[in-house]
């Protein structure tokens, strides 16, 4: 997700290398003439593949030097006028071609802040004086796009070593068609695997799979580059049994690769996986011994119906549904501190009770999406109700808001939210597109248009919250009355302090800064808009977000599943379908289509069934492969061919260490002792050394709805944090720890203990050398339980311990 | 996720290199970026040579009176000039308030920016600004000055690259922000931070995550490590590809060096300066940590902040300055700034001191100023910023700057040149857009001499 790609500044080092110069008809470096030089089709393609019009060079808003071109080339109009009328015409001079500034900056001639472009000699030099020299011809609207086209479709297979022409074609809307493949602007997303020429031209590096991603002025195409593993003498292809759909979309995909899937994972490799990915623990070692001991052929199955059944599984997605839908205990509403704790955890515990009764998925996100704070009850119902959530929250207890339809919780934030947030976040969390970019600008890699933008937040003007109003008269008396007689128990100076009731409801007109988003251009008020979805009838007081929801959840939808599915399935393999989860766009696409399309098929048919489809990925024989590689997977980084080592969520490492040590955590006013971290809804934990934990490793602040917040990559400071943190070593030395409650048993042997905490912590028995380097140990260290103090320090400081496999 | 980081196609023998350079604070991705990061800093062909190689954040939490600090309006109107005199300063010149004599005697080596203004009066937003360079906006989480430090700059092993006294804003800022949490500042506990509870001797602190805590000696980290070694073999054939079974081997192997390393344990042994050292700069935890940040800086770490609080003067402004806030500050910093110099360190370390904004020039009816950030002023001193140089000026009443207006965006633009980081260079967020480092800013190049 880093990089992904490279930036155009290093293709260019080898793109301006020479080509014939010559006059009339250019010839071109893939070969084919251009007989007239078209500036929208050709000049401008130029100026989006050498990056003039980024934002950092010409495309900023300021331009650069006295020089500025639309942004990533969107406006034809602007850009021919700064080159042929400002300045005097001194860019572009018909009459001395060699000394049109474009020219002269562009090779170098004269200074040039972007650096040299190309030279004197090369194509593009040639392309653009051709143009000049032409007197700079303008045909309006010849290079608008209907379409490119690139050839090979989908995919493209070749050896390491092996190299492939590709040609793009380009539909313009009067229907001609022309091969563009020089202006392009081409992306290689795994460089490692394959690389590109800037002329389209594709290499095999080595055996893999890798994304590839074609621009050509605002229009994207992809297709999949993939290098199989040479085939040794005398090799076979293993016939696998799948043992779903799954297995069948990985297994077709690995095999146009040569590449075999690791063995099948052994019972302790696959216990310890499962246990936490579903529930972010450790099994323990009695679960451990029983499952070892259970001989029946259907254990795995059973195991995992287990699972996904505990409240800790729910726990866990709960977690996961706060990050995704940004519970963010700061932003809450007042009063701050531990009432803003309490609300958070009421936000977790509804999703937790939700996917504890595996409600579908569809009416999950409609209880987030068309939320009110009324639920439809009558104004004394609801003050009923909210004081009975007061009361529970005193004792801990978040049953009556999680008993709620709906998560009026999620519109409810301290400051008034713009209603481009509101979409901006709906896009994130539901759809798993980003649209911030869109804000600003056309994103050059994807599709949204500013005016999609608009459209889309223009569904979310009349959410009210926090105004000192209420959605009718009849509330505003009933609650009124209640927020007259809690603030005047305490001085002015503390109003802020006191708990008032406030109502989340849909207002009749756009409120406060939430008027309604115009077009860019024409300035035209618009219509409310789903992305990529249709237009929606706004009406006085109108809950359009009903609509929205019906819209987002129909079979149709080219995101609501599809977004979910790679969620889960990233979830449980280390890595999504489409990665980064949340970043389903033109310029990003899946690395296995069918195997996307499979699983949100089946998760529409089963009417968005979590948990069925958490089980059909769980009981795959592609999750459970062993992570040991074979001599054919063993560079494979996203065909699933192997169970991939990968680091666990912060919340997770908490529970984890503590699982292993034997210890508990304790959380002051936030919760009750001995919750695990994955229970806790707050993004604030007042514990300073949770909180330090779970920053190093990298639990995000949830203040944006991107996925990206959470850092999921290794960092020295948390190998620091596992070998010196006072607070873990502190829970070494805890009486109730795990072996020094065993040591209370003076007859049990060393070995025994030892076998029980290396269990505990790794999930399966030591081997014998490392059962002697615990001998050896034991012999240096006479106190037992320093001795044990170290060992339970070594294991949770080893790689196997800190990372999921 | 993860396993999709190391797309860039490096190479597990460059991966290996790059891992034991000796970063600190690194992740996995960017070690097998660094490479990369690297050749697009020798291109910025604008940027020259650096002069200063680490930075020292003086933050006056809160956000002080500069009006009544270094931009005195003796001559302004009732109800807007202060209770304080203006004394002359050992730059031609340049004037201070009556409450700071012992800066008045370094003016000759410090830049004051009069003309310093943005528009955020809120303290969270403020503190993002002023300590990133960059306005704060919902959609990007800017990294602090001290993370892209230790993101660009390198260190010796062993040598946190950014050690901050004080969570700034109860750990909201002072982060990583888009550039990731291995490049958040390393903390410092026990004593000294802004609410420590040390009496000057300091002997206590350590850097969280980097020391080994009290009573954990090298010797049982030793035998430890050997134990875990017996048990963290087998594990290693199974990521040949991801790299991060190796990465995790490189983190364990740095992480030793670092706990063996003595260097910052060193810096912290205050007891090894001329009781006249650690008199002159007094007893406070401020002044503690204003001494260990020069001996961190010694050491080689790039970016240390220390803080200091009290500062919202909304009531019993000048009181408050004038019997608490002033003399401690004026004591510390003035110091930090001779002691550098006279070491020889200032030319090559940048202090700046400064708040979330300034206060406003009107005085309200509790005697106090309120949050004002359309004129602030702030210290610059160290690594090449021009001595006893007084940048811009604010109008006749304090409201707006006159001459010169910079932001901090400015400030901090020229705070990089001064590292030789182009303030232009181009990152990357998680989600692939590029971003300047200090997009808005422009190097201030009158500060710079």
Known sequence: MMARFFTPAVLLIAWGFASPAAFGAVTLPTGGKIQQVDFERHLMGLFSKAGCNNGSCHGSFQGKNGFRLSLFGLDPDKDFAALTRDIQGRRADPIDPDNSLLLLKATGAMKHDGGIKFSRDSWQYAVMREWIKDGMPRRKGAGEIKGIEVSPKDMLSLKAGQKAQIKVTATFTDESKEDITPFCDFRMQDDAVARVTPFGEISGIRPGDSGFVVLYRGQVASLRILVPTPMKPGFKYPKIEAVNYVDKEVFAKLKMLNVVPSDLAGDTEFLRRVTIDTTGSLPTPDEIRQFLADQSPDKRTRKIDD???????????????????????????????????????????????????????????????????????????????????????????????????????????????????????????????????????????????????????????????????????????????????????????????????????????????????????????????????????????????????????????????????????????????????????????????????????????????????????????????????????????????????????????????????????????????????????????????????????????????????????????????????????????????????????RKRSDEAIFEEVFLAAMSRFPTPRELDTFYQHRLTNTDRAEAFADVVWALINTREFILNH | MFTKRDCEGFHRRDFMQIGSAGFIGLSLASMLRSEATAASRTTAADVKGPKAKSVILVWLSGGPATIDMWDNKPEAPEGIRGEFKSINTKAAGMQVSECLPKMASVGDKISLVRSLAHTIPSHGPGTVFMTTGNKPSAALQYPSMGSVCAKMLSVEKGVPPYVS????????????????????????????????????????????????????????????????????????????????????????????????????????????????????????????????????????????????????????????????????????????????????????????????????????KNVGRDHWARSMACVLAGGGIKRGYVHGSTDASGMAPATEPVTPDDVSSTIFQQLGIDPHTEMQTPTGRPVQLFREGRVIEKLVG
């Open chain 2, 165 to 364: 006294f004080s969570e700034l804003r109860n750990g909201s800022a002072g982060l990583a922000g888009y550039l990731g949490t291995g490049y958040n500042p390393f903390g410092v506990e026990g004593g000294g931070g802004g609410k420590g509870d040390a009496k000057g001797g300091g002997t206590n602190m350590r850097v969280r995550g980097i020391t080994l805590p009290p009573g954990f000696s090298l010797e049982e980290l030793e035998t430890r490590d050997k134990l875990l070694s017996g048990f963290d073999q087998g594990f290693k054939e199974l990521d040949n590809n991801g790299n991060l079974v190796d990465g995790l081997d490189s983190f364990h192997k740095q992480a030793l060096d670092i706990l063996r390393s003595d260097k910052t344990k060193k810096a912290f042994n205050l007891a090894a300066e001329k009781e006249t050292t650690r008199e002159a700069y007094g007893t406070t935890p401020f002044a503690t940590s204003a001494l260990a940040a020069r001996r961190l800086v010694e050491a080689g770490v790039r970016f240390v902040t220390i803080s200091t609080g009290g500062w919202d003067t909304h009531g019993q402004n000048f009181t408050n300055l004038k019997t608490k806030l002033l003399p401690q500050l004026d004591q510390t910093l003035s110091t930090l700034i001779r002691d550098l110099d006279e070491r020889g360190m200032l030319d090559s370390t940048i202090v700046m001191c400064a708040g979330e904004f300034g206060r406003t020039p009107k005085i309200n």
């Open chain 1, 307 to 745: 699972l996904l059944k505990t409240s800790r599984h729910a726990a866990l997605w709960a977690t996961k549904f706060s990050d995704i839908t940004g519970n963010n205990t700061l932003a809450l509403e007042q009063p701050q501190g531990a009432a803003q704790n309490l609300k958070s955890q009421m936000w977790h515990d509804w999703f937790r009770s939700r996917v504890e009764q595996n409600m579908p998925y569809d009416e999950i996100v409609r209880g987030v999406m068309t939320a009110t704070s009324r639920d439809g009850k009558t104004p004394e119902e609801w003050l009923a109700h909210v004081k009975k959530i007061e009361e529970e929250g005193k004792k801990f207890d978040t049953s009556e808001y999680a008993g709620r339809k709906t998560l009026d919780m999620f519109w409810r934030r301290q400051a008034q939210v713009p209603s481009i947030e509101w979409s901006e976040k709906t896009a994130a969390a539901f759809l798993g597109v980003r649209l911030e970019c869109a804000q600003c600008h056309k994103h050059p890699t994807d599709r949204w248009t500013q005016a999609d933008y608009r459209a889309f937040a223009n569904l979310f003007t009349n959410i009210n919250f926090a105004a000192n109003q209420f959605s009718s008269p009849d509330v505003k008396k009933v609650i009124d009355a209640e927020n007259a007689e809690r603030t005047s128990k305490v001085d002015a100076k503390n109003k802020n302090q006191v708990m008032v009731i406030r109502e989340m409801f849909i207002a009749p007109e756009p409120r406060g800064k939430n008027v309604l988003l115009t077009h860019p251009e024409t300035n035209a008020p618009l219509k409310p808009k789903a992305i990529a979805g249709p237009e929606f009838t706004p009406a006085k007081g109108k809950d359009l977000r009903g609509e929205l929801f019906e819209w987002m959840r129909s079979p149709e939808n080219p995101f609501f599943a599809r977004s979910f599915v790679n969620r889960v399935w990233g979830h449980y393999f280390g890595a999504g379908i489409v990665d980064p989860v949340d970043d389903f766009s033109q310029a990003n696409p899946p690395t296995n289509t069918r195997l996307l399309d499979a699983l949100a098929k089946d998760f529409i048919e089963s009417k968005y069934d979590i948990r069925r489809l958490e089980r059909t990925i769980l009981m795959s024989r592609t999750y459970q492969n062993s992570s040991t590689p074979n001599d054919t997977n063993r560079l494979d980084k996203n065909n699933y061919a192997r169970s991939y080592v990968r680091p666990m969520l912060a919340e997770v490492v908490v529970d984890v260490v503590n699982d292993a040590i034997g210890t508990t955590e304790t959380f002051g006013n936030d919760a009750p002792a001995g919750k695990r971290m994955i229970e806790i809804g707050a993004s604030r934990i007042n514990n300073a050394n949770v909180a330090y934990a779970l920053r190093i490793f990298g639990r995000p602040p949830r203040t944006t709805a991107c996925d990206c917040e959470r850092a999921m990559e290794p960092a020295l400071p948390q190998t620091l944090f596992r070998m010196t943190d006072p607070a873990l070593l502190q829970k070494m030395k805890s009486p109730a720890n795990r072996f020094n409650l065993l040591l209370k048993d």
